[in-house]
């Protein structure tokens, strides 16, 4: 599909799923804007092999939980670019946490980072995309699956596809869509840090394809909501997750 002229921000855009997006709408034509957190290196690396691709990718490092940083990112896309057509929020921490061993300071920055950073960019999008653009916010298959260790995670992902829906709602006069995509276990450095091989292998095992997902199959779901041809999709959340949930 051609984007050119189309104008992408993907947060979390330098690693994982993310970064794939980057790489798929960059190949369309699209021109993005790519946050990253921490990791420079990878954000030089996205920088490097995208450079020969029709869209142009620049990065910015940004705190999605912090709201100055969230509004110089739509800045970029609008001075640089001159606008917004499609908003991924791919941007996300986590780590397992049972709730006889969390505390104030572990809920305050995964609610931070993963519910108020999407919620800030969920805002900014709703103020200043332009007029039939699409919105695509990462939410988790664990909402289904439940494990212990996930509540806060799920508590923020919950709050995602729930905002999600009614945003939906208020955009749509403009022709916007917004939707989730809820993955299921995809092999990321997101994913597989702090797990045993043991613990690797369950999770593909206890896929019906056999499988863990990977960032490809994520990405082709979200390539197919900011398209033309999701159009009638709104409000959805999509379970990319090989079956699991």
Not at 40 to 58: C, F, I, M, N, R
Not at 103 to 114: K, L, P, Q, S, T
Not at 186 to 202: C, G, P, S
Not at 215 to 244: F, H, Y
Request: proline share 3%.
């Amino acid at each position: 599909m051609n984007r050119a002229g189309q104008v992408a921000i993907v947060t979390g855009g330098s690693g994982g799923i993310g970064r794939e997006t980057v790489m798929r709408l960059a190949a369309s034509g699209c021109d993005v804007v790519a946050s990253y957190s921490s990791s420079e290196k990878a954000a030089q690396t996205l920088l490097d092999e995208s450079e020969d691709l029709p869209g142009k990718v620049v990065v910015m490092k940004a705190d999605v939980a912090q709201a100055g940083d969230v509004d110089a990112l739509f800045d970029k896309a609008e001075k640089r670019f001159g606008g917004l057509d499609i908003l991924v929020t791919a941007a996300g921490i986590f780590k397992p946490t049972l709730f006889a061993k969390a505390d104030e300071a572990h809920f305050d920055r995964e609610i931070a980072v993963n519910m108020r950073g999407t919620f800030l960019c969920l805002a900014q999008a709703a103020r200043r995309m332009r007029d039939g653009g699409r919105i695509v916010a990462i939410s988790t298959t664990t909402l289904a699956l439940k494990p212990p260790g996930y509540g806060i995670y799920n508590a923020a992902k919950g709050a995602i596809e729930a905002m999600i829906a009614i945003l939906a709602r208020e955009v749509g006069g403009r022709h916007i869509t917004a939707n989730c995509v809820a993955p299921g276990p995809v092999e990321t450095d997101f994913f597989l840090k702090d797990k045993t091989k043991e613990d690797i292998a369950a999770r593909a095992a206890s896929a019906p394809l056999g499988r863990l997902g990977q960032p490809d199959d994520i990405a082709d779901a979200i390539e197919l909501l900011v398209s033309g041809k999701a159009q009638w999709i709104n409000g959805q959340t999509i379970r990319a997750n090989g079956g699991m949930a």
